[in-house]
């Protein structure tokens, strides 16, 4: 050692003075060129609790305060690196050290060593070292959120990218490696994003990005084509972001949305071919929300309504009013729907009276169904509508048909009593009788034939007077001349005159015009119009040519039958006339109203 060094009172190393030292704001070491320590200033012995006394060797108190080099190995060892300041005059610029001491939290330092040159010749050196603990646990704790969210882009299965602003791609997660078809980022890095657009979508996908280039957020979809040629349907989620350069780019998060997309569209064609489907039916079918707000209605339903319902507005159902079949109206509550929606449970073939705007009254049959989710809670409800208004029409007509067969049966038992007494009566035997008889019945059924084929609406006169001669005169018709205009009769006055025609043409066969080779009868009828009461049909019967005809003593069966149903049952009239010429009638009766006669 050297006598300066042993004489602590005057030490001095190339002019540098204790004092001096002390007043230094870091720690600071003062060695000689042995690396024995002179002088560690007050910073020193704050910071190092165990500071080395002067005297000790430096090397030694590296070791002792556990310093050793950083989290990057230096180029030299610690104690080669101080060796070369000491013998070489190297200084040490920021050799970053750490110190680990038991129980104690990591510091780290940089260190800082200077040669002290006097005439050319180094007589030792100063270590100071300043405490870096605070900024490297910063950049530890910077290092691993990076490293953390690196790992969260990384692990993230959707694209995570970065664009520079003239499109250019900068980073890619490996999930958007992977939708692109790259095999690593090296290989994509700096290609302008364009390239892998599908070429539709460039412009509307180059127009958003220079708005967020410009600080908007935005959200578009586009297809992209991977370098292997595969399309993707995407959707990109873009905000802007500043680069480490200074400059703007985007940052996006894209995902695939390619089997969203087809199941989308496979609902929305799905639901297209329901809606089509329920518009097609001949049927009315609405539906509703859970409370009753009508949602959905198809073309039927406003026919059936007579008016169009305001989605979302309308509640239960698109009719002005709805009434029960006896004619109240019904409460809201009572509604089919919202019993439906209310209980949970089907209404179905629930029916009711629905007005519409014009007060027009339609009985219907409502089906309301409640919709249901996965835990039973009611979501909406389904109706269809039916218009009963055919089959109450239906009913009625069977009512009546029912009424008016009983009716009919009564009033054919009646007329086959008649028939059957009046023919009795005026018979020899039981032969002539049968014949009799069952002529008279055939007439009868003429008549019934004719109304069963108009379900016993209607019958023309003329087909009437066709098939009656027809029974009976077969090939003589020819010589009965008919004429007059069409004539729809109703089913009681097609009856009596199938009867009454039936007499007359017997008559005229047995004892009249047609009993002879040159005997002819002309039948004819006109339509009498009346204002003051209902028309009446007119028809003369006139035979000519035939055997000459005496006036009868008493009314035969043809009178008393044609009087009991022409005049009697019908309210018309019979006037007969036994002339020189030929025997000839003039029957007259009141048209049935409501007939169409034509």
């Known amino acids: 050692m050297t006598a300066l060094a042993a004489s602590s009172q005057s030490v001095s190393l190339g002019g540098l003075a204790p004092e001096q030292l002390d007043l230094l704001p870091v720690p600071l070491w003062l060695c000689d060129r042995d690396g024995n320590l002179l002088h560690a200033n007050p910073r020193a012995r704050e910071a190092f609790a165990e500071a080395p006394v002067v005297g ?4 030694r108190a590296f070791d ?12 030299l060892p610690v104690a080669d690196a101080l060796i070369d300041v000491l013998q070489r005059a190297q200084p040490i610029r920021d050799l970053e050290l750490c110190q680990t001491l038991p ?11 200077e040669p002290v040159v006097v005439a050319g010749e180094v007589v030792g050196a100063t270590c100071s070292f300043q405490d870096i603990s605070r900024q490297r646990r910063a950049e530890i704790e910077h290092a691993l959120s990076q490293q953390y969210l690196q790992a969260i882009v990384d692990a993230t299965p959707e694209c995570v990218k970065v664009v520079a602003a003239d499109g250019s791609l900068l980073q890619m997660n490996p999930a958007g490696l992977g939708m692109i078809g790259a095999g690593d980022a ?25 708005q967020v280039c410009a600080g908007k957020r935005c959200v578009w979809e586009f297809d992209l084509i991977s370098i292997d040629g595969v399309r993707r349907h995407m959707e990109t989620h873009a905000v802007p972001l500043r680069l480490p350069d200074g400059g703007t780019g985007h940052l996006a998060v894209t995902r695939d949305i390619t089997e969203q997309t087809r199941d989308r569209e496979r609902i929305l064609a799905s639901e297209r071919y329901w809606h089509a489907l329920l518009e097609a039916l001949p049927m009315a079918v609405y539906t509703t929300d859970s409370e009753g707000l009508i949602t959905f209605y198809n073309a039927a ?3 059936l309504w007579g008016a169009e319902p305001v989605l979302g507005q309308t509640r239960w159902c698109g009719s002005v009013k709805l009434f029960a079949n006896d004619g109240a109206p019904l409460q809201l509550d009572d509604y089919p729907m919202a019993v439906a929606l209310r209980t949970g449970t089907p209404q179905l073939g629930e029916e009711a009276l629905l007005e519409r705007p014009d007060g027009s009254r339609v009985p219907f049959a409502a089906h309301p169904m409640p919709l249901l989710d996965d835990q039973g809670r009611v979501t909406g409800a389904i109706s269809m509508l039916v218009d009963i208004s055919s089959h109450r029409q239906a009913q009625q007509r069977q009512a009546l048909l029912i009424d008016e067969l009983n009716h009919r049966v009564k009033n054919t038992l009646a007329s086959v009593q008649s028939i059957a007494a009046l023919t009795l009566r005026k018979s020899d035997s039981l032969a002539v009788f049968h014949a009799s008889f069952e002529r ?14 108009s379900r016993w609406q209607s019958a023309l006169l003329r087909s009437l007077l066709d098939k009656v001669l027809q029974a009976y005169l077969h090939v003589q018709c020819e010589r009965v001349e008919l004429a007059g205009p069409a004539v729809e009769l109703a089913p009681r006055e097609a009856l009596s005159l199938a009867m009454a025609f039936h007499e007359l043409t017997v008559n005229a066969a047995t004892y009249g015009a047609l009993s002879g080779e040159s005997g002819q009868v002309q039948l004819h009828w006109q339509v009498l119009a009346n204002q003051a009461s209902r028309p009446r049909l007119s028809l003369q019967w006139r035979e000519y040519n035939g055997p000459a005809v005496a006036v009868p003593g008493k009314p035969g069966f043809g009178t008393r039958l044609i009087e009991a149903s022409v005049v009697k ?3 018309g009239s019979f006037a007969a006339s036994y002339d020189a010429q030929g025997f000839s009638c003039t029957l007259e009766l009141p048209l049935t109203g409501g007939v169409q006669h034509v």
Not at 56 to 59: A, E, K, L, M, P
Not at 64 to 75: F, H, R, S, T, Y
Not at 440 to 453: E, K, N, P, V, Y
Request: proline fraction near 7%; glycine fraction near 6%.
């Open 569 to 571: 049952e019908l309210g």
């Open 301 to 303: 339903a406003v026919r």
């Open 440 to 453: 008279r019945l055939i007439a009868l059924s003429q008549g019934h034939d004719l109304l069963t084929q």
């Open 103 to 113: 129980d104690a939290p990591r510091r780290w330092l940089l260190m800082n060593a």
């Open 56 to 59: 000790q060797s430096v090397f």
């Open 64 to 75: 002792q305060l556990k310093l050793g080099p950083g989290d990057e190995p230096p180029a």
């Open 186 to 210: 090296a290989s994509v890095t700096g290609v302008p994003v364009l390239n892998l657009i599908a070429e539709e979508d460039r412009r509307q996908w180059q127009e958003n990005h220079l």
